[in-house]
C-alpha cells in the first residue's frame, strides 16, 4: 500500500547523514574492525553464552532508475516513538545493513547528493528482518521528503519454526493472571508442562521443560539447577515478568540460530518496552471472586476466592531523542485453593485447601543514544513471591498438611552497549542475577503417610533452599558484506549454585494398599544439608545469513559450548565406597577428583534455507537440520555429593520380618526409633549416587521442511518437523534387590535416555489490521521418549534396560489453538482464545512388585507398558469483551474476561494405582469457569 504525505519534521538530510558517514569510515573505525575480527579468531576455540535475538534487522539496497548500484549512499533509520537513529552507509553492490534495532516503527530515509530524498516506514518486530529497497531517481534534495511506501516485516524468509506473540495479542487478549507465558502455548508443537498450572511451564515435542532457553532483552534466564526451564518458574504459577513491561516475544521451537544455547527443545526470547518521546503510562487494575467462579468439578461446594492485581507503568523522554526511560510495577494478592478429593474411606480427608499466593513484579529500564553511533540500554527487574502450594508429584490426592511455604526470588541486572564502527556493529553486554527460591511444610514435623490412594503428613522433600548467581559477559560483532550478513559471538558466564535439602526429615512410609496397617519401606534423612559449587561456561557462535541469489537464501550457523565444572570435577569419592562397589561397577563411576574432564564435544553445526519459489516473494520453501546442545542441571551433581553429607536410608518392613526385611513396630512411626535403628547398623547403608566421568549434556538433532505463503494479509505456513533426542539423563537404582550386599539404593545416572518426536504444523498468522488480527496453529504429533523427566527412574527403574520407548506423557496426537481479535462500533472490542487437545498419557502400575526387583512402580498391567493410560481430551475457550472510553488526552478500557467460559471439565489426573478402590477415576480438574473484571487508566 502507498501513502503519501508530509513529513513533519524536515531535515537537511545532507549534511547530517554526511558528517555522520564523515566520522564512521576514519582511521580508528578500520582498526577497530580489523581488531575485532582477529579478536573473534583468536577466540574461536573458546566459547559463549549467546546474545539473544531480542532485537530486529533493517537491510535492504540502494539502485539507480538503470539498475546500478549506488554506493556510499547514506541511510537513516529513525524510531518513530522514540526519535533515536540508526545511520549507515551503502556498499559497492548498493546493500546496507542496520543491526540489532529495537522492534518498532522506522522512517528509513534515504538522502544523497543529486537525487531525490525518499523515506519508507518499515514496522520490524522481534527476531525479523525487513527488506527496504530504494529506486535513487535524479533530483534535488530541497524536494519536500514524502514517505513513498510502508512496509511490513514478514516471516516467509525465515528458516526457523517460530511465531510472534505481539503487543496487541498481550493487551487485547484475556490472560489468566497477566502471565506473559500463557499465550506461548499458542505456538504449533508448544504445551504447558506435564502437570504443571497454565504458564508456569511449557515443553515442546517430546522433552520437557528444562530443555527450553528463555532471553529476555538477551539476558539468560534459564534456570540450570532444578527442573522448570525459567527461573522462577519452578513450583510457581504466577507471573514471571510485568505484563505490562513486555513488548513482544517469539516462541523459536525448532532450528533456531546458533546465537542462542544450551536449549535443545526451543526458545522463548522477549523484548520489552522502553521510554518514548511523549510522556505515557497506564494504571491497571482486576478483580474477581468466589461469586464470579464456577464449582470446580471436584469440589463440594465453591471455595472462597479472590483475586486482586494492581499496577502501573509510565515511560518518558529524559532527554528528546536521547535519553528514555520506562518503570512497570505489578502487586498480586490471591487467595485461592486446592481441591483434593479422594474418595472412599479417605473421602473425609479431602476439601478445599488455601493456597493464598503474594506476587510483586518491578522492572526499570534507561535507553541513551548520545550519538548516532553509540547506544547503552540498562535495566533492572525484580520478583519477590511467597504462596502456598503442593508439589503435586503423584497421581493421588494429597491432604491438607501436605502443603508447602514457598518464596521465590528473581533479581536481573543488565547492561548492554552498542558500537557503530564502519559496516559492523560490535555490542557488549553485561548481566548480573540473583535467583532463590525456597520450601517448609505447613504441618508440624512428623511422619508421612504414602496409600495408593492419597498422601498424608508433611511433605517428603522439604524444607529446601536452593540459589543461582550469574555472573555473564558477552561480546557479539556482527558486518554485513554483500549479500552476506554475519554475527558472530563470544562470552563467559560464571555461576554459583547453592542447596540445602532437607528431604526425607519427615519420614515418609509407603502402603501396599490402602487399608494396610504396616508399611513395607520407610525413608529418612539425617546430616548436613548444605553445598555449593562453582561453574564456569564459555561458548562460541558464528551466523552467516547469506542471500546466495534472488530466490535462495541460505542460514549457517556454528556453535560450541563448554563449561569447566558441570559434574563435580574436583570430587572425589569416599575410600570406602570405592573399595566396596569396585567389584561391581567400573573404575568411571569412581572419581578421584581428576578423571573428570569437562565435555569438549558440543559441536553443533546448523543450516536452514528458504527458496522463494514464486520468484514475487510470496511462496517460500523453507527447512534445515541442526544440532543443539543443553546442559545438565546441576541437582544432578549436588545429589552425588549431597548424598555423604546428608544421608537418605531406605528401610524395608514387613510384618514378620521376613526376607531383607525388619519387623515392623508401630514405634517406627517416630524420627527418633528410626534412627536409633540406624545408628545401630539395623539398616543397610545410606544410599548413594554414582555419576560416570563421561555424561554427556542432553543433545537434539532437529530437522524440517516446510511451505509458506502470503495470503493478503496473513501469512500460512505448512511444515513437517523431526527431533531425535539422545543423551538424555536418566537415573536407576542398581541395588533394588540387594545385589550388592551392606548397600541400601545405588543411584546409577546415566546419559543412555533418547527421544523422537514427528509432527506436521499449521499455522495461520494474520496481524492486526483494519480492526482485526488472528492466529490458528493445529499440531498433528507424536512424542516419544525412554524417560518422562530426570528423576521418573529413581522410583521406578532398577536397570539401565528398563529405559524402553513409549509415550512420552506430553504425547498429544491433536492440538488447535486460536486466538483472535475484533474491533467494534462504539470503541468496543471482542478477542479470545481457545485450545483443544487430545488426552496425555499417565502411568498405569499394577501397585505390587509382580516383577521381583524390589520396587512397586514400575509392574505396569499384562501386556502395557509405560503412560499406558490415556487422560481425557482437554478444551478450554477464554474471551474478551472491553469498551475504550476517551476523556481528552487520557483513554479508560474497561473489560471483562471469562476463562473457560463454557465450564469444561478438564481432568488433570487419575488414580494410577490398580491396588487403589478408585482405580481409573480421575481425582482432579483444571479451573472451573472463572469470570474477571478489569480496568487499564492510560495517559
Not at 505447613?442 to 550469574?470: K, V
Request: charged share 20%; glycine share 10%.
Amino acid at each position: 500500500m502507498l501513502r503519501k504525505h508530509a513529513l513533519t519534521h524536515r531535515r537537511s538530510a545532507v549534511s547530517r547523514l554526511g558528517s555522520v558517514h564523515t566520522r564512521l569510515q576514519q582511521g580508528p573505525a578500520a582498526r577497530l574492525r580489523f581488531c575485532s575480527v582477529l579478536f573473534l579468531l583468536c577466540w574461536l576455540g573458546c566459547g559463549l553464552s549467546a546474545f539473544a535475538q531480542s532485537n530486529a534487522t533493517i537491510q535492504g539496497k540502494v539502485f539507480t532508475t538503470d539498475g546500478n548500484p549506488l554506493a556510499d549512499a547514506p541511510v537513516l533509520a529513525r524510531n518513530t516513538e522514540t526519535g533515536m537513529e540508526w545511520p549507515t552507509n551503502t556498499q559497492k553492490d548498493g546493500s546496507y545493513y542496520i543491526y540489532s534495532v529495537p522492534p518498532g516503527v522506522y522512517e528509513v530515509r534515504f538522502e544523497h547528493e543529486g537525487f531525490e530524498p525518499q523515506v519508507k516506514l518499515a514496522k520490524v518486530f522481534i527476531g525479523q528482518k525487513a527488506a527496504v529497497t530504494f529506486t535513487a531517481r535524479q533530483g534535488s534534495l530541497s524536494e519536500e521528503v514524502t514517505v513513498v511506501a510502508e512496509i511490513d516485516a514478514n516471516d516467509l524468509t525465515k528458516s526457523d519454526l517460530s511465531i510472534p506473540i505481539r503487543n496487541e495479542q498481550m493487551e487485547k487478549l484475556p490472560l489468566n493472571g497477566r502471565n506473559f507465558l500463557e499465550v506461548a502455548t499458542l505456538a504449533p508443537g508448544t504445551k504447558p508442562a506435564a502437570g504443571g498450572a497454565s504458564g508456569s511451564g511449557l515443553t515442546t515435542g517430546a522433552s520437557t521443560a528444562s530443555s527450553l532457553g528463555f532471553y529476555v532483552d538477551g539476558s539468560d534466564r534459564k534456570n540450570e539447577i532444578v527442573d522448570g526451564g525459567m527461573v522462577g518458574q519452578f513450583i510457581s504459577s504466577s507471573n514471571a515478568f510485568p505484563l505490562s513491561a513486555i513488548r513482544e516475544y517469539r516462541v523459536v521451537t525448532q532450528l533456531y540460530k546458533a546465537e542462542f544455547a544450551k536449549a535443545s527443545g526451543g526458545v522463548v526470547t522477549a523484548a520489552t518496552k522502553s521510554g518514548t518521546n511523549d510522556l505515557g503510562g497506564e494504571i491497571f487494575f482486576t478483580y474477581r471472586d468466589k461469586g464470579l467462579n464456577s464449582r470446580n468439578a471436584f469440589a463440594n461446594e465453591k471455595p472462597e476466592y479472590e483475586r486482586n492485581q494492581l499496577g502501573f507503568s509510565v515511560g518518558g523522554p529524559i532527554v528528546k531523542d536521547k535519553l528514555h526511560y520506562f518503570l512497570a510495577f505489578e502487586d498480586t494478592q490471591v487467595d485461592e485453593f486446592y481441591v483434593s478429593a479422594p474418595t472412599g474411606s479417605f473421602a473425609d480427608l479431602g476439601g478445599n485447601f488455601a493456597t493464598p499466593q503474594k506476587s510483586k513484579l518491578g522492572f526499570f529500564r534507561l535507553t541513551y543514544k548520545p550519538a548516532p553511533e553509540h547506544f547503552l540500554d540498562v535495566s533492572i527487574d525484580d520478583r519477590d513471591e511467597s504462596n502456598t502450594a503442593y508439589w503435586l508429584w503423584f497421581s493421588q490426592p494429597y491432604t491438607q498438611d501436605r502443603g508447602l511455604d514457598f518464596t521465590n526470588d528473581v533479581t536481573n541486572i543488565s547492561a548492554k552497549y552498542q558500537l557503530v564502527a564502519g559496516t559492523m556493529l560490535h555490542e557488549v553486554r553485561f548481566n548480573s542475577q540473583d535467583y532463590g527460591w525456597a520450601t517448609s511444610t505447613l504441618a508440624d514435623n512428623g511422619p508421612g503417610f504414602r496409600y495408593p490412594s492419597i498422601h498424608t503428613g508433611p511433605f517428603s522433600h522439604a524444607p529446601q533452599d536452593w540459589a543461582q548467581e550469574r555472573y555473564s559477559l558477552n561480546y557479539d560483532v556482527s558486518i554485513g558484506i554483500g549479500n552476506h550478513f554475519i554475527k558472530g559471538g563470544i562470552g563467559m558466564q560464571r555461576l554459583r549454585y547453592q542447596a540445602e535439602q532437607q528431604i526425607f526429615f519427615n519420614p515418609q512410609f509407603d502402603f501396599l494398599t490402602d487399608d494396610a496397617t504396616v508399611p513395607f519401606r520407610a525413608s529418612v534423612g539425617v546430616g548436613e544439608p548444605g553445598i555449593s559449587k562453582y561453574n564456569t561456561q564459555y561458548g562460541f557462535f558464528v551466523q552467516d545469513d547469506w542471500t546466495v541469489n534472488s530466490k535462495l537464501t541460505v542460514n549457517l550457523g556454528f556453535r560450541w559450548d563448554y563449561e569447566t565444572d558441570m559434574l563435580n570435577s574436583d570430587f572425589v569419592t569416599p575410600d570406602n565406597v570405592r573399595n566396596e562397589l569396585s567389584a561391581y561397577f567400573d573404575d568411571r563411576y569412581f572419581s578421584d577428583g581428576s578423571n573428570r574432564k569437562p565435555f569438549t564435544d558440543a559441536y553443533q553445526p546448523r543450516i536452514g534455507f528458504s527458496y522463494d519459489i514464486s520468484g514475487d516473494g510470496t511462496r517460500f520453501l523453507t527447512g534445515g537440520v541442526g544440532i543443539f546442545y543443553d546442559r545438565t542441571i546441576w541437582n544432578v551433581a549436588s545429589d552425588e555429593a549431597l548424598r555423604y553429607t546428608y544421608q537418605i536410608y531406605n528401610i524395608n518392613f514387613s510384618e514378620n520380618g521376613e526376607g531383607n526385611s525388619l519387623q515392623w513396630d508401630d514405634r517406627y512411626f517416630d524420627r527418633a526409633n528410626l534412627l536409633d535403628l540406624v545408628s545401630q547398623g539395623e539398616t543397610d547403608p545410606p544410599e548413594v549416587f554414582l555419576i560416570p566421568d563421561n555424561l554427556k549434556p542432553p543433545k537434539t538433532v532437529q530437522f524440517s521442511l516446510g511451505y509458506r505463503q502470503k495470503v493478503k494479509d496473513a501469512t500460512v505456513s505448512v511444515s513437517y518437523v523431526g527431533v531425535r533426542g539422545s543423551n538424555e539423563t536418566a537415573v536407576y537404582d542398581a541395588n533394588a534387590n540387594g545385589q550388592v550386599p551392606g548397600y541400601g539404593k545405588i543411584n546409577v545416572w546415566t546419559d543412555e535416555g533418547n527421544s523422537w518426536f514427528d509432527a506436521f504444523y499449521l499455522f495461520v498468522d494474520r496481524p492486526y489490521k483494519n480492526g482485526w488480527f488472528g492466529q490458528l496453529s493445529y499440531t498433528l504429533g507424536w512424542a516419544d521418549n525412554e524417560t518422562d523427566s530426570l528423576y521418573y527412574g529413581y522410583w521406578r527403574y532398577t536397570s539401565p534396560d528398563m529405559l524402553r520407548r513409549a509415550p512420552a506423557v506430553t504425547d498429544e496426537r491433536h492440538r488447535l489453538s486460536v486466538n483472535v481479535g475484533f474491533d467494534l462500533p462504539w470503541n468496543m472490542q471482542v478477542s479470545g482464545w481457545g485450545t483443544f487437545a487430545t488426552g496425555t498419557p499417565y502411568d498405569v502400575i499394577v501397585g505390587t512388585d509382580v516383577n521381583g526387583d524390589g520396587f512397586v512402580d514400575n509392574d505396569y498391567p499384562e501386556g502395557a507398558g509405560r503412560n499406558s493410560g490415556r487422560r481425557d481430551d482437554t478444551k478450554v475457550l477464554n474471551l474478551r469483551l472491553s469498551k475504550r472510553f476517551n476523556l481528552r488526552q487520557f483513554g479508560f478500557n474497561a473489560y471483562v474476561d471469562a476463562f473457560n467460559v463454557f465450564d469444561w471439565e478438564n481432568y488433570t489426573s487419575y488414580f494410577n494405582n490398580m491396588q487403589s478402590a478408585n482405580f481409573g477415576e480421575a481425582n482432579a480438574a483444571g479451573d472451573p469457569r472463572q469470570i474477571q473484571v478489569g480496568g487499564t487508566f492510560t495517559f
